[in-house]
């Protein structure tokens, strides 16, 4: 009990230092959600180390769950939900962690499963979101909502880095050359459907299908 209590802790500090960036230095909902969105996805890395069971990570990303139901309901913790348009993105978010965390349990495929697709959606989608607000060149819309091509050349390149990087610390693994290039690109067209936050559903769910099909 004592690494979930841990991990909890850790959570509800990162939403507190959210918080008092927001209020008390005036920074911006888009930049507080955007940490947020990292530094959760680098903390759910420390689940396959810290926790034994998917009980756990269950009790974990269900208890923040309602507390993202309940803010949205409340109106608490702006510096998450007080941005200019709805996103299902934060919802969906612990119940992606567990999901996957779920799949590579139960799977046997390697921690590549769980690794690879929280770090493309931890760090590049982010990335993009950034770049593509920067430099908005290219400018398309899927569904009405606002997309970039420099949005989607950069989220595409972070996730070409990414993979490199996991395949390489987890070791080799089979077709792993094919893989480095067809995980980032169908990983960046999953981002770029995913309107309204759904991308923290296609994007790992896009990664974990390649992995699936090849591993």
Request: net charge positive.
């Amino acid at each position: 009990m004592i690494p979930v209590l841990t991990l909890a802790a850790c959570f509800l500090t990162l939403f507190g230092v959210a918080e008092c960036l927001y209020r008390f230095l005036k920074v911006k909902a888009e930049w507080t959600r955007k940490i947020v969105h990292i530094c959760t996805g680098l903390l759910t890395l420390l689940f396959p180390l810290m926790l034994s069971n998917h009980w756990q990570v269950l009790f974990l990303c269900g208890s923040f769950l309602l507390i993202l139901l309940a803010s949205l309901k409340f109106g608490w913790l702006p510096s998450i939900n007080a941005i200019d348009r709805f996103s299902y993105g934060s919802i969906l978010f612990p119940i992606v962690v567990y999901l996957l965390f779920l799949i590579f349990q139960l799977a046997q495929k390697g921690p590549v499963v769980f690794y690879l697709p929280i770090l493309i959606l931890a760090i590049c989608d982010p990335v993009a979101a950034l770049v593509g607000k920067r430099f908005p060149v290219g400018r398309y819309k899927v569904w009405d909502c606002g997309k970039s091509l420099s949005g989607s050349m950069a989220f595409l390149v972070a996730a070409l880095l990414v993979t490199v990087a996991t395949f390489y610390c987890l070791g080799n693994v089979s077709g792993a050359a094919s893989l480095i290039v067809l995980i980032p690109v169908t990983a960046t067209v999953s981002e770029a459907l995913g309107v309204k936050g759904m991308d923290n559903l296609t994007i790992p769910a896009s990664v974990v299908t390649i992995l699936f099909l090849a591993l």
